[in-house]
């Protein structure tokens, strides 16, 4: 398929970039943040000219002209002011790409993709709106085609256009409206933005701080060497030879007058319904949504605090336990990514139960069969160095590494592990356990390579037990399977060289408990 | 030297985006005409006149109607559409026939149209009639008008103003 094909490409560019800026500052996966990022940029620069703005028909481009030539102050904020908006189209539609390559427009995410259709509109309408204000020769050209664009429809009564035609037909309070317009939908912009990103925990809203920083860096010196500039004041009686066109808002103009007015409606109107279709076309099978068992619940919330689509809510207990609270798993928000099992303190493999019954649990990969896979598998490990691994399956797989000293199982995300499990393995035989995830934080689900690393350092409930020597764990966040088995042979070889030493954990504890095996 | 290499190989790729945004914030170049050409364009908004002519009600009408509706004149609502017709170089460049607005067809007549036309001297001739029951009657203005490459000449009806304008 195209999009698997497209997929892998920029999966491959992705690679290159987190090898140059390393995973966790690769741009690639802070599109989301570094819009967010532009959008301050230009909020901030767009107060400074908004006071400096001469709200009149003829003040318009004379005071963006005064602005324009002091270079070190009003030049720079009108630059910045445009190049970050550009930029911002630049990371939006890459991160409209790359969540769409990704797969991640349906299912529970439906809700961010669509909410994401709006911003498309709004960001277009802020950008065109705003190259009105400097009323040259480039905007009476795009206040004419916005007119014509407009007056198809029969809203408007086809004599909007009158209003541009001749140099008398404008009046002062015109720019007034703009003005009040170039707030106003930036103002909604801002909202949706903040609505979009309503059903996820935890939003990725501000890219790394040396990420920002030379994205910033980036902008100034496009700034200074390549200062935005008007073009000669507008004129309705006459179209320059050519138009400089920023292409990154006003490729629409060209494109109506290619087309028709019809036309471009028409293409709008398409391209805006099949981004809304998206979500609900080729769905696959819902997945099972996490299960809560409240006979292992002691009403915690560590699942609430840890899930990343806000899917769990604590609500006050009603099975007469004496317990607080109790959570509730809100079917329709829930991804089934088993960060919740992974979170919860019932989700450990020492207790001796029959069958693991765990308080929050993934009916298609329940915590009990991720202990029984396990206890198959640790004894058959063989050779030095023995490594338990455990992955994810919308990762690197951790399975195929398996081989006689080896095992590997691949969890629903890397975050579903409880660190509990970390240490039984250990405590049964295995050398070391090796923890795979997606590199650069961009977990499939967001928060699961978080999680791991701040229960690992026991930094977040529940933790890894400090009985567990340091380095017989190892967190490999890679995005390439080579890089995986560079990882663990790297890490056996540390364990090896450990073997001699003595473990700090002498003897397993032993469990005795009955099985049923089916 | 890994490090400087890499740290290097990052300053490209910001230069590289900084580039791509500065080139397209700017490039390539729109032509919105052709070399060489201007552009005319047609703009009406009238009202075109009645479709027919007030009548006086005679007294005996009058005496039929409620009396807060006695008014002697009676006057159809509904407005003639407009014809409007351009030559250019004395071959015709546009013609249509455009209907008044509005449910009852009581509103005004509109119509926008933009033509490219070659640059140089040319003669223009724009033409209106606005009744059907003065067929005849239409307002009409020639002349010759010189246009530079890029001109756009606006040709507007103004009834208040005497008719058409050419600026
Ligand atoms: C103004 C433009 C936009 C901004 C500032 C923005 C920002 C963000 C941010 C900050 C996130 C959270 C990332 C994270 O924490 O993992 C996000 C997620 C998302 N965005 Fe956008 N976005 C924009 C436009 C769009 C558009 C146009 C679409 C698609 C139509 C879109 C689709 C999505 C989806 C599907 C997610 C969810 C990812 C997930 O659940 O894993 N966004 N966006
Ligand atoms: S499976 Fe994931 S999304 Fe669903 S409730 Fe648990 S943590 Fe939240
Ligand atoms: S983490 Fe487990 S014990 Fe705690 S509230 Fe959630 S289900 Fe209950």
């Not at chain 1, 160095?385 to 006689?404: F, I, N, Q, S, T």
Request: proline content about 7%.
């Amino acid at each position: 398929m195209v999009r698997e094909q497209a997929l892998k490409a920029l999966q491959r560019v992705e690679q290159g970039f987190d090898r140059l800026f390393g995973a966790s500052l690769n741009p690639w996966r802070q599109l989301g943040a570094l819009s967010f990022l532009f959008f301050w940029v230009v909020a901030g620069t767009g107060l400074v000219l908004f006071i400096f703005f001469d709200t009149s028909l003829t003040g318009a481009h004379r005071s963006v002209e005064a602005l324009t030539r002091q270079w070190y102050w009003g030049g720079l904020m009108r630059s910045l002011h445009r190049y970050a908006s550009d930029a911002m189209v630049l990371t939006m539609v890459l991160h409209l790409l790359r969540e769409f390559l990704y797969g991640r427009y349906r299912g529970v995410r439906w809700f961010s993709w669509i909410t994401g259709v709006p911003l498309l509109w709004l960001v277009f309408a802020s950008g065109i709106n705003g190259y009105w204000l400097v009323w040259d020769q480039l905007a009476h050209f795009i206040a004419v085609g916005t007119a014509e664009w407009l007056d198809w429809l029969p809203l408007f009564g086809g004599v909007m256009i009158r209003n541009f035609l001749t140099p008398e037909s404008l009046s002062d309070r015109f720019f007034s409206l703009l003005v009040f317009l170039h707030v106003g939908i930036p103002l909604i912009l801002l909202l949706m933005m903040w609505v979009h990103i309503q059903r996820i925990s935890r939003p990725k809203t501000n890219p790394p701080r040396l990420l920002a920083g030379g994205t910033l860096a980036m902008l100034l010196v496009l700034s200074l060497a390549l200062p935005a500039q008007s073009q000669l004041p507008a004129d309705p009686l006459h179209l320059p030879e050519v138009l400089q066109l920023d292409w990154f808002y006003l490729y629409a103009f060209p494109l109506l007058y290619t087309l028709s007015p019809g036309g471009l409606w028409g293409l709008a109107a398409a391209g805006t319904a099949l981004l809304g279709v998206l979500p609900w076309v080729g769905r696959r099978p819902p997945q099972p949504v996490a299960e809560v068992h409240l006979e292992s619940c002691n009403g915690c919330g560590r699942c609430f605090e840890d899930c990343p689509y806000a899917a769990v809510v604590m609500q006050p207990r009603a099975d007469g336990r004496p317990f607080q609270l109790q959570p509730v798993v809100n079917a329709d928000l829930c991804a089934a990514c088993g960060i919740c099992a992974g979170a919860c303190p019932s989700s450990t493999p020492f207790r001796s139960v029959a069958s693991l019954a765990t308080g929050i649990d993934m009916p298609q990969m329940p915590i009990d069969d991720l202990r029984e896979r396990l206890e198959q598998a640790l004894p058959r490990l063989a050779g030095e160095a023995k490594v338990v691994a455990w992955g994810c399956r919308h990762g690197v797989r951790a399975e195929d590494l398996a081989e006689p000293g080896v095992a590997g199982f691949d969890l629903l995300c890397a975050g579903m592990l409880p660190p509990s499990f970390v240490e039984y393995a250990v405590r049964h035989g295995a050398d070391g356990v090796l923890l795979v995830g997606c590199a650069g934080g961009d977990c499939e689900f967001r928060l699961g390579c978080r999680w791991t690393e701040e229960r690992m350092a026991a930094q977040r409930e529940p933790h890894l037990r400090g009985t567990v020597p340091a380095e017989r764990v190892r967190i490999a966040w890679v995005n390439d399977a080579g890089e995986l088995r560079a990882e663990l042979a790297a890490f056996r070889e540390r364990l090896k060289t450990l073997q001699n030493a003595s473990r700090s954990i002498a003897e397993p504890i032993v469990i005795r408990r009955e099985r049923r095996h089916g | 030297m890994a490090r400087l290499w890499r740290i290097a190989l990052q300053a490209v790729c910001y230069a590289a985006c900084a580039g791509l945004i500065g080139y397209f914030s700017l490039l390539p170049s729109y032509r919105p005409l052709p070399a060489g050409q201007a552009m005319v364009k047609l703009t009406i908004r009238h009202a075109g006149q009645p479709v027919a002519e007030c009548r006086q009600r005679s007294p005996a009408e009058l005496a039929a109607l409620p009396p807060n509706m006695r008014v002697a004149t009676q006057c159809a609502r509904e407005r003639s559409p407009v014809t409007v017709r351009l030559e250019w170089d004395g071959a015709p460049l546009y013609q249509a026939v455009l209907p008044p607005s509005g449910l009852s067809g009581d509103g005004a007549a509109s119509d926008y149209r933009r033509f490219v036309v070659p640059a140089g001297m040319h003669r223009l001739r724009a033409e209106l009639a606005d009744s059907v029951r003065e067929p005849r009657r239409v307002d009409r203005l020639a002349e010759e008008v010189r246009l530079e490459p890029g001109r756009v000449l606006v040709v507007d009806y103004r009834g208040e103003q005497g008719g058409w304008v050419f600026r």
